[in-house]
T-cell receptor, first 115, second 115 residues
Framework: AQSVTQLGSHVSVSEGALVLLRCNYSSSVPPYLFWYVQYPNQGLQLLLKYTTGATLVKGINGFEAEFKKSETSFHLTKPSAHMSDAAEYFCAVRSGGTSYGKLTFGQGTILTVHP | NAGVTQTPKFRVLKTGQSMTLLCAQD?????MYWYRQDPGMGLRLIHY???????AKGEVPDGYNVSRLKKQNFLLGLESAAPSQTSVYFC??????????????FGEGSWLTVV
């Protein structure tokens, strides 16, 4: 079984400040990990993903995440927040094998950026 | 470049009515999924399909039925809508689960309200 926990349903930062969104996962097999962003009234857009190889993954819009197996974490960061980053962010895990590639999502974290 | 298209985008139903959500993808993907999104709960898998003519239950299948008569289409049906089915529904597709981290592409969502 696989699960995802996002710590903090709401995160508020000032424009220009560091963004840190936390994600911990559990998976019985090596996981594939994803971050998606959802802007208001829109669908989900893939920010970045970890499959194998380099544990620091860079994504779109200046975001990056680091896979830490020992901590079962995949936290999302961005050095300097922009107003346009305000959205809801979802961490997800996907396992292979007989799970048929289904994604298991965290509860989501709403990021607010204030001037 | 349509990707994953969902129709309708918005719908209001009365309790007990039936309806079908249509998902179409033009990427020749084998795998298709229906998720529902509720506040504070992330996205939860309703049903999925690993190929034309196949369907399987996900995490929250009760009250829904699906069909995959054509590879490009995945229909989600509500036979007798209930207020608890008020949600945002997302369709998704991916090539297959074999490749590490095959990207899952999402539609833009269908907002369903049951009154």
């Amino acid at each position: 079984a696989q699960s995802v926990t996002q710590l903090g349903s709401h995160v508020s930062v000032s424009e220009g400040a560091l963004v840190l969104l936390r994600c911990n996962y559990s998976s019985s097999v090596p996981p594939y990990l994803f971050w998606y962003v959802q802007y208001p009234n829109q669908g989900l857009q893939l920010l970045l993903k970890y499959t194998t190889g380099a544990t620091l993954v860079k994504g779109i819009n200046g975001f990056e995440a680091e896979f830490k197996k020992s901590e079962t974490s995949f936290h999302l960061t961005k050095p300097s927040a922009h107003m346009s980053d305000a959205a809801e962010y979802f961490c997800a895990v996907r396992s292979g094998g007989t799970s048929y590639g289904k994604l298991t999502f965290g509860q989501g974290t709403i990021l607010t950026v204030h001037p | 470049n349509a990707g994953v298209t969902q129709t309708p985008k918005f719908r209001v139903l009365k309790t007990g009515q039936s309806m079908t959500l249509l998902c179409a993808q033009d990427m020749n993907h084998e795998y298709m999924y229906w998720y529902r999104q509720d506040p504070g709960m992330g996205l939860r898998l309703i049903h999925y399909s690993v190929g034309e003519g196949t369907t399987a239950k996900g995490e929250v299948p009760d009250g829904y039925n699906v069909s995959r008569l054509k590879k490009q289409n995945f229909l989600l049906g509500l036979e007798s809508a209930a207020p608890s089915q008020t949600s945002v529904y997302f369709c998704a597709s991916s090539q297959n689960s074999a490749g590490p981290g095959n990207t899952i592409y999402f539609g833009e969502g269908s907002w369903l309200t049951v009154v």
